[in-house]
Nanobody, 125 residues
């Protein structure tokens, strides 16, 4: 069973940056594509960004490419997904979730089987 634990959320002012992290465990990291989604109050959950198993295929939602950067990394101890968020706006306020799905190579899946519990990002002056 894949386990995903997000961290790094918080309260920031407009224009500031945050880096979200998601710790992956439970299965072979190199066989899962990863993604970030977010859900704002009163709205449906929406796609933010995704990264393929080999890290070469990146997808971003409209309006997020250029401000947000998704990446993945691993060492002998940790296997992580990141989301660097720059120039944050009040409309970026949401709970951010990481997600995982089995995949190979450059593939970005259309369905995501595993989800974390989310981390709150609030952008306000």
């Amino acid at each position: 069973q894949v386990q995903l634990v997000e961290s790094g959320g918080g309260l920031v002012q407009p224009g500031e940056s945050l880096r979200l992290s998601c710790a992956f465990s439970g299965r072979l990291f190199s066989t899962y594509a990863l993604a970030w989604f977010r859900q704002a109050p009163g709205k449906e959950r929406e796609f933010v960004a995704a990264i393929s198993v080999n890290g070469r295929n990146l997808e971003y939602a409209n309006g997020m490419k250029g401000r947000f950067t998704i990446s993945r990394d691993h060492d002998r101890v940790t296997e992580m997904l990141f989301l660097q968020m720059n120039a944050l706006k009040p409309e970026d306020t949401a709970v951010y979730y990481c997600a995982a799905a089995e995949a190979t190579g450059n593939m970005i899946p259309g369905n995501w089987a595993y989800w974390g519990q989310g981390t709150q990002v609030t952008v306000s002056s």
